[in-house]
């Protein structure tokens, strides 16, 4: 897996080497028009861009135009003052950018127009402030100077006057205190202090365009033009000493310079980069960049490229990329190496090379006739230089191959030599270690040496013992005992459990004697026998680390899947370098970072070798962000100027940046009071607060350099959040009279209250009189009930009991006289009698369990349960020839579904046996619905029932009709079941037969709420 990987990133192609780190802006990312003339940098840090779309300001995170308020079209040049006025010219005229950061204003110093006219610019195209102060304004006829309220117009000859749209005299002041104009056309003037006007000045150049004017030092001028970059050598009383033409670099518009870096914009497609040797200037790279118009060399070193594609920041690099003259060599190195005198060598996994500065690059030499598939690692004492291939090892001194050491199995994949000159490999296919002495011998160390699992990583102690980082988790680092000729674990176990696939990829031991551990859960840390695992910031702690190296310094470099980390062990600070720190490629190789004696590490990366020189570039403290947009409840205010109130209920909402540019930040927040500490980092630079407590707060905001230790100092911001209306003076207020009313209404309502409380009482007292007197009438209904209950069960259940006596007698009688004949008759009626007494014990038990529960009360629909019950009965019906007919819209009943099922039996039953002799015997079920309750009736044309015994048809084993069969429970079953569903029963009927009978029910329809 590991081979794949080496060789899937050897043949990732080259990219080109820079010298700056470039970024790019242009409409997609924000800008108005990519026709861009002139930056600078505000008071408070920001980049203002003076476009043709109008003025743009950009703060890091996006671009905002203001051509909407203070329209500014065709803004041409950007100047900031001594006193720190941020000034621009264009078409408009002059303006002044005033405010803050959170509110941007524009103030017109001077209009512009098309004619010279007094007190108005004409077609201003550029602005110049010199070392007194004083403003100079470029027109396309002469040079303007800002004299207070008024302006101080210098018209020179027709010779010098510009015809372009952009151009037309450049301003430049000599170390000697001389202010000196170029004219686009070639012409040069400097100002007479004395005779107060421009006056010309004799200069010898091929010249007829000149695009910028700048100091160089004291006495000197580099001056873009048509025909290249010169140098103009001026004297102290304003004459031109010698001209010399350092780089013929075609039409050079605009100049920039970082230490000793040049950059020449130009009008063509590219802008050169390079630097002065032997007076003249050699171009190192090219950057595509159409037609520069401005260059900013900014404090940080960086310089901004306004051109007409846009915006094109270029920064110096932290690492630099060592640049190959030729492309022997790939751009993918597996190993580097660096001897005491300072040669280097290199292993790109075919051949060995020796690399040489040129002057157009490094020269590398390939040290070997036949390339091997196999090269890995390469080691050096100081003088000679080791190879590891897939059948030994090579040694090398200077660029001669002086011995080859063949050995048996496969290539060394890591080695190490000891102070007695004994070499020590890890073999890509052994678990453990051969060692090679000076005299050719060969020793194997494996589990019975102390190397128990497969080694992986090999380095030297302080005291110079070999040391090996192994791939088993309870023996992690081992050190070889001279002694005992065999290995002791140095670290026994791992600070955490490691997951499936645990692996060690490199090992170094810095100046202090702590070991580092490159894992694929992470760096550890190995000091006082205990391993720890080392923290590189959010998300970096567990990721896999293939190379790590100590430098002179003391600094850990860590190469992980995302770039290379340097830490400093002593204060746990990090920085996380990527492309935009100049690297070639994130990816770096297995064991591919080399120290660099005095500090500092080579990175063997995807895309060739880069080099970083002692410590990272002071980048600089990060600059506190400004408050860029406060809003209270979407009202904006300034925080400059305000201490807001944020009303209770309501949110403050701000956006903030820092004005640090080419690194992409993150912010943290924390509110005063309320956060113990800072929020975690978040790339998005706004923040919304709500529901903070009353009082006042203060909101933090800081930036921090993601992968790094680096943060601002925090930006204050205090506001007040009101009091809830209830704790204001005036609600206090308001509650104590409240209070006041309240007592004397709660005095008055007090004697009322008791009054009625009286009255209620006394309307209870007699409610619950009645109550009681209408349940003792209850109750004597019931006890009349139960007499008559006790009566009939003991007279209705006594008749068949005599009955039964009497024919058990006669039965006796006639069996001792032997009289069979009646035997029989008796024995069938006492069979009658037993028969009609089970029949009423039932229907006493049936009564009984009226109001019991069987069932939960639930939505019944009737029409269903009447088919039910009709068919249970059809054989009855049929004999009797009955018609009958049930209405299909029946309601809907709130009801226990098997007590209304005996309900409609007994019911039906009844109206069947009271038919009497009808010859169209006709039965009717029906209902209605009303106000949540439900009517249903059972109707007959029988022989009916006489109204004046309607209320004892209810009545507990009453028979109105001898000659009709029954027990006389029925409709007492009815009623009881009806009663206990909170309903009512009753008949209607004339008594007249062939008129029948109405039985009537009211019951609930709708649940109870």
């Known amino acids: 897996m590991l081979a794949a990987a080496i060789l899937v990133l050897w043949l990732a192609p080259p990219s080109p080497a820079s010298t700056f780190v470039e970024e790019r802006f242009g409409t997609v990312d924000g800008l108005p028009t990519d026709l861009v003339k002139s930056s600078a940098r505000d008071r408070f840090g920001f980049v203002w861009l003076a476009t043709d779309a109008g003025l743009v300001r950009y703060d890091g995170t996006e671009f905002s135009t203001y051509e909407d308020e203070h329209s500014f079209p065709f803004a041409k040049d950007l100047v900031l003052t001594r006193e720190g006025r941020l000034l621009a010219v264009g078409d408009v005229g002059l303006v002044e950018v005033v405010g803050t950061p959170a509110r941007v204003g524009f103030r017109t110093l001077f209009e512009a127009s098309l004619a010279p006219e007094p007190g108005v610019l004409h077609s201003p195209k550029a602005v110049y402030e010199d070392r007194r102060g004083r403003l100079w304004v470029a027109e396309p006829q002469g040079i303007v100077r800002v004299d207070g309220e008024r302006l101080i117009r210098y018209e020179l000859p027709p010779p010098s006057h510009s015809a372009s749209f952009i151009r037309s005299y450049c301003l430049a002041e000599d170390g000697f205190g001389t202010l000196w104009a170029a004219a686009q056309t070639g012409k040069l003037y400097r100002f007479d202090e004395g005779a107060d006007r421009f006056v010309p000045v004799a200069i010898d150049w091929p010249v007829t365009e000149v695009n910028r004017l700048r100091p160089i030092g004291e006495d000197r001028l580099w001056a873009g033009t048509g025909r290249g970059l010169f140098e103009i050598r001026v004297g102290k009383g304003g004459h031109v000493v010698d001209v010399v033409q350092i780089s013929d670099t075609y039409r050079v518009s605009a100049i920039g310079r970082v ?21 003249r200037f050699s171009p190192r790279d090219r950057v595509p960049a159409f037609l520069v118009q401005h260059i900013l060399a900014d404090e940080d070193g960086s310089l901004w490229l306004s051109s007409d594609e846009g915006l094109l920041h270029l920064r110096p690099p932290d690492f630099e990329v060592v640049r190959l003259a030729d492309e022997a060599m790939s751009r993918f190195l597996v190993s580097f190496v660096q001897t005491a005198n300072g040669a280097m060598y290199a292993s790109d996994r075919r051949n060995v090379y020796r690399l040489r500065p040129g002057p157009r690059g490094t020269v590398t030499k390939a040290l070997l006739d036949e390339p091997s598939p196999f090269l890995l690692g390469l080691r050096t004492d100081g003088r000679f230089v080791y190879a590891a291939h897939e059948t030994g090892l090579l040694q090398f001194e200077g660029e001669r191959l002086v011995r080859r050491l063949s050995l048996e199995g496969s290539f060394a994949q890591d080695l190490e030599q000891d102070e007695d000159s004994r070499l020590w490999l890890i073999r890509a296919a052994d678990d453990g270690i051969l060692r090679l002495d000076p005299d050719g011998s060969e020793r194997y160390y494996g589990v019975g040496a102390g190397v128990p699992r497969r080694a992986l990583a090999l380095d030297r102690s302080l005291t110079g013992e070999i040391v090996v980082a192994t791939n088993d988790p309870n023996a992690l680092l081992l050190r070889y005992d001279g002694d005992r000729d065999s290995f002791a674990t140095l670290v026994a176990n ?5 997951a499936d696939g645990f692996n060690v990829y490199d090992l170094a031991v810095d100046a202090k004697g702590r070991y580092w551990i490159g894992t694929t859960a992470g760096l550890l840390e190995v000091r006082e026998g205990r391993a720890f695992r080392v923290e590189l910031g959010p998300g970096r702690d567990s990721s896999l680390v293939v190379a790590v190296a100590a430098d002179e310094s003391c600094s850990i470099w860590i190469a992980t899947g995302d770039g290379v980390v340097r830490l400093d ?18 990816i770096v190789a297995v064991r591919g970072l080399f120290p660099v004696p005095g500090g500092g590490v080579t990175a063997a990366t995807a895309r060739g070798l880069a080099r970083l020189q002692g410590l990272p570039r002071s980048r600089g403290a990060l600059p506190p962000p400004a408050l860029l947009d406060v809003r209270i409840n979407d009202e904006p205010i300034d925080p400059g100027v305000e201490v807001p109130t944020v009303p209770d209920g309501g949110y403050l909402a701000s956006r903030f940046a820092s004005p640090h540019y080419g690194d992409h930040l993150a912010y943290q927040v924390r509110l005063e009071g309320r956060d113990e500490s800072w929020r975690r980092p978040q790339v998005r630079n706004e923040i919304v607060l709500a529901g903070m407590d009353s009082g006042p707060h203060t909101l933090q905001v800081r930036a921090v350099m993601p992968g790094s230790s680096q943060v601002s100092a925090p930006t204050r911001f205090s506001f007040t959040v009101s009091r809830p209306w209830y704790q204001t003076w005036w609600a206090w207020l308001l509650a104590f009279a409240t209070l006041g009313a309240v007592a004397w209404a709660a005095s008055e309502l007090r004697s009322r209250r008791l009054a009625r409380t009286e009255q209620r009482l006394r309307a209870l007292v007699d409610e619950r009189t009645l109550e009681l007197s209408q349940a003792n009438l209850l109750l004597g209904e019931r006890n009349a009930e139960m007499e008559r209950f006790t009566y009939t069960v003991s007279h209705d259940l006594k008749s068949p009991l005599i009955s039964i006596s009497g024919f058990i007698g006669l039965l006796e009688a006639d069996l001792e006289k032997g009289r069979l004949t009646e035997a029989g008759d008796y024995v069938a009626r006492v069979k009658s009698s037993a028969s009609r007494m089970t ?26 349960l009447v088919d039910e019950v009709t068919r249970e009965m059809a054989t009855r019906i049929a004999e009797r020839g009955v018609e009958l007919s049930v209405e299909p819209d029946l309601p809907t009943l709130y009801v226990d579904r098997s007590r209304l099922r005996q309900v409609l039996q007994n019911l039906l039953d009844n109206a069947l046996k009271y038919l009497g002799d009808q010859e169209q015997p006709r039965i009717e079920v029906g209902g209605r619905r009303e106000d949540g309750r439900a009517r249903l009736f059972v109707r007959d044309n029988g022989i009916g029932i006489d109204p004046a015994h309607h209320e004892e048809a209810f009545e507990l084993f009453k028979r109105l009709h001898a000659g009709v ?45």
């Open 569 to 586: 062990p002593e204060t746990g600070e990090h920085d996380h370098f990527d492309e935009g720190a100049g690297l070639p490629s994130r």
């Open 839 to 864: 029949e009423l014990l039932d229907e006493l038990l049936q009564l009984s369990l009226v109001g019991r529960a069987r069932g939960e009360p639930e939505s019944v629909a009737v029409k269903p």
């Open 494 to 498: 791992l600070p955490f459990e490691p």
């Open 965 to 1009: 069969d029954g027990s006389g429970v029925g409709l007492s079953l009815v009623k009881r079941i009806v009663e206990v569903h909170g309903g009512r029963v009753w008949l209607e009927s004339e008594g007249r037969p062939g008129r029948g009978t109405i039985v009537w029910m009211d019951l609930p329809a709708d649940r109870p709420d």
């Open 259 to 279: 230490g000793e870096d040049i950059v020449l914009g130009t009008f063509g497609l590219e802008a050169h980069v390079g630097r002065l040797e032997g007076g």
